[in-house]
Every structure is written in structure tokens, then in C-alpha cells.
């Protein structure tokens, strides 16, 4: 991973503008974005439409929107795809790299969003089973304790149903952390191959230079 330090030269070098309290993080993005920028102008790389990633990792539900994609375009996209790097097509990487970020950190906010409902459900079935089944105690005579009430609760059949759904939300939760994560690093990769690209570049630059001066020379 490049340090602040290297950023800052590879910034100057590519004559990106940028002040002393820009972080890591946004110059990552400012290289990035010029990276992609150069390279498809020294390579002329044909433009492309950016991929919006409809890719499906998690069953996360969620209103569906229009997608511009083709439907055999859809059924080649997988997440494993996604996320992996081709060195040799960086300039496409880079330009996808925004719209795949965009898709799996939106579908961790969606499942996050699902987690606070399943929380949020599972309290309100709590509540309303406390109040039920001590009001059940009551009515057949018995006194009942918290720990009565609380151990008719874990048992009814409501509650569990709400537990299972916050259960299987976190994991989906957990899954769409994972995949936004994933695009994170692959974003840092991006810079990192392209810092060396860019230094390999210069290198054989200089190799020519000084092959030159010796042909001259002789």
C-alpha cells in the first residue's frame, strides 16, 4: 500500500493539485480518477459506459431500480469477477472500480438498514410477550418473577421468529461489509499498480535516455 508520502510525489509528478490537509483517502481517489484519465489517452482505450456492478452477493431486499445493463451482460457478472484485477487493463479497472464501490457499499447501507428493523421488531415482540404472559400469570393465580416471565418468553414461538430474522440479517449484514471492504482494497491495489506502472515507465525512459547519450558518445 503507498504511504501519504508517495501520493504526494506521485500528486506532483502528475501535476494534480492538492493542499496539505488533503488526506489519504481523497488523494488516493484524485490519482485514481487521473490515472484513468491518462491512460486512456496515451493508450486510446475505447470509452466504456460505467459499470453500475449488478451483481448479486447478498439476498438483500431492497426496491429495485431501472439497470441499463443487458440481461446477457448481467448473467457473465459475478462477484469474483468483480473484484479481481486484470495489470493488463488497468485503465477499464479504474473506470469500473467507482461503480462497483457504489453498488456493495449501497447494499451494506440496505442491509444495515434491515438490521435495525429485525432489532427494532424483536424488542417490540419482546415487550408485547412480557406484558402477555405475565398478564397470563396472573389470571391463573400465580405471581410471577422476571425470570418466570423471561424464560416463557425465549420460548414462544414469536420471539424466536424475530431472533431468527435478526440472525440471518446480521449475516447478510456481515457478507455486504465484506464485499464493500473488498472494493476498498481493490481500490488501494489500483493505485498501487498503477504507482508502479508509472515508475516502471519512467525507468525505461531513463534506460533510453542514457542508451542514447552512449550511441552519441560512441
Do not use: C, W
Amino acid at each position: 500500500m503507498a504511504t501519504l508520502k508517495e501520493l504526494r510525489k506521485l500528486a506532483k509528478e502528475m501535476e494534480i493539485p492538492y493542499e496539505k490537509r488533503t488526506n489519504k483517502e481523497d488523494l488516493e481517489n484524485m490519482i485514481a480518477e487521473k490515472m484513468a484519465e491518462l491512460g486512456i489517452e496515451m493508450e486510446e482505450v475505447p470509452k466504456k459506459e460505467p459499470v453500475e456492478a449488478p451483481v448479486k452477493m447478498v439476498p438483500v431486499e431492497a426496491k429495485k431500480e431501472p439497470d441499463k445493463m443487458p440481461v446477457e451482460a448481467k448473467a457473465k457478472i459475478t462477484f469474483e469477477n468483480a473484484v479481481r484485477i486484470n495489470p493488463l487493463k488497468l485503465n477499464d479497472e479504474f473506470m469500473t472500480q467507482a461503480g462497483y464501490y457504489y453498488h456493495f457499499a449501497k447494499a451494506e447501507g440496505v442491509a444495515n438498514s434491515e438490521v435495525m428493523k429485525s432489532k427494532l421488531l424483536l424488542e417490540t415482540v419482546e415487550a408485547d410477550l412480557f406484558k402477555e404472559i405475565r398478564a397470563n400469570f396472573v389470571t391463573e393465580g400465580v405471581k410471577p418473577t422476571e425470570k418466570m416471565v423471561a424464560a416463557e418468553v425465549v420460548k414462544n414461538k414469536r420471539y424466536l421468529g424475530a431472533k431468527k430474522n435478526l440472525i440471518d440479517a446480521t449475516l447478510t449484514h456481515s457478507i455486504a461489509k465484506a464485499g464493500r471492504d473488498a472494493f476498498v482494497q481493490r481500490k488501494d491495489m489500483l493505485i498501487q499498480l498503477g504507482l508502479s506502472k508509472r515508475q516502471e515507465k519512467d525507468q525505461n525512459i531513463k534506460i533510453m535516455h542514457e542508451k542514447a547519450k552512449e550511441a552519441i558518445a560512441a
